[in-house]
C-alpha cells in the first residue's frame, strides 16, 4: 500500500481545478499531476500521427508508450516543448472523445499513479478519487456554472493569444459536460466521500484556502 498522501480535484472543464491543485500543491510543496494533460499528450500523439478517435488498439499503444516529460511547469514530448499546443482546443476536444476508451484509460494508469511520491501529490483530473487515487486522503469536486466555467475559458484563451467565441466555448462547454457525464468508463461524478465546492463566485485564492483548511482539518 502507498502511504503517500494525496488530495484529488476532481471537476468539469474550466472550474479551475487545475490553477487550484497546482496552488494547493505549490502551498504545501508537493507534486502535483495534471492527468488531462496526459490525455491531451495522446490526443496530440494521434492527430500527428494521423490515428483515427474510433482506433482504440491505436490510441491504446499511443497511450501505452507515452513519455512525457513535466517540468517547472513546462511538459516535452518525444523532446519537444508541447506545453502550449496541448491547450488549443481541437486537441482538448479530441482528448475528450478518446478519454471514453476503457483500453486507453487502463493504459494510463500506471503513469499517473507513479506521480505519487514524497511528500505528497495533488492531483487534478476527472476520476482521480474515484478509480485513479481511491484511497486520497482528501477529495474535492470543484463545480462552477457553465457561463463562469466559458468566462474563465475566453480569458485564458485570450491571454495565450488564442482567439475565442464566447457562444461557441458555450457550446462545446456543454457537449465536453455531456460527453464526460455520460460516459460508461469513468464518468464525471462526484466520490462517495467528496466534499462538494462551488466556485461560480469564488476566486480562485478562496477556493485554495478552503480546501487547505480541509486538509488542515483532517
Ligand atoms: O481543460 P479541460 O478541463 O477541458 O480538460 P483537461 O482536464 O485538460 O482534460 C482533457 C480531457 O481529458 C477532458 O475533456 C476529459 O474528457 C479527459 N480527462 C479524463 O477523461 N480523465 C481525467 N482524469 C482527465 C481528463
Known amino acids: ?19 487550484v491543485a497546482q496552488r494547493v500543491a ?8 495534471d492527468s488531462g494533460a496526459l490525455y491531451r499528450l495522446v490526443a496530440l500523439r494521434a492527430l500527428q500521427a494521423g490515428v483515427a478517435a474510433a482506433d482504440v488498439a491505436a490510441l491504446t499503444r499511443l497511450a501505452r508508450s507515452l513519455r512525457p516529460q513535466f517540468d ?28 471514453v476508451h476503457p483500453p486507453l484509460r487502463a493504459a494510463l494508469l500506471d503513469l499517473q499513479r507513479g506521480f505519487r511520491c514524497p511528500p505528497g501529490l495533488v492531483a487534478d483530473g476527472r476520476d482521480m478519487a474515484t478509480v485513479v487515487f481511491p484511497d486520497a486522503g482528501l477529495k474535492v ?14 480569458k485564458q484563451l485570450s491571454e495565450k493569444g488564442f482567439p475565442s467565441n464566447i457562444a461557441i466555448l458555450l457550446q462545446d462547454l456543454r457537449a465536453r459536460d455531456e460527453r464526460d457525464s455520460s460516459r460508461s468508463a469513468a464518468p464525471l461524478r462526484p466520490a462517495k466521500d467528496a466534499r462538494q465546492l462551488d466556485s461560480s463566485d469564488l476566486a480562485i485564492d478562496e477556493v485554495v484556502a478552503q480546501i487547505l483548511r480541509w486538509h488542515g482539518e483532517r
Not at 2 to 16: K, L, M, Y
Open 141 to 154: 469536486f470543484l463545480t462552477a456554472s457553465v457561463e463562469a466555467r466559458a468566462g474563465r475559458r475566453h
Open 72 to 99: 517547472a511547469g513546462r511538459v516535452c514530448l518525444d523532446g519537444r516543448d508541447v506545453t502550449d499546443e496541448i491547450r488549443r482546443e481541437d486537441v482538448g476536444a479530441l482528448a475528450s472523445r478518446i478519454a
Open 1 to 19: 500500500m502507498n502511504e503517500v498522501p494525496v488530495i484529488a480535484i476532481d471537476g468539469p472543464t474550466a472550474s479551475g481545478k487545475g490553477t
Open 26 to 33: 505549490a502551498a504545501l510543496g508537493w507534486h502535483y499531476l
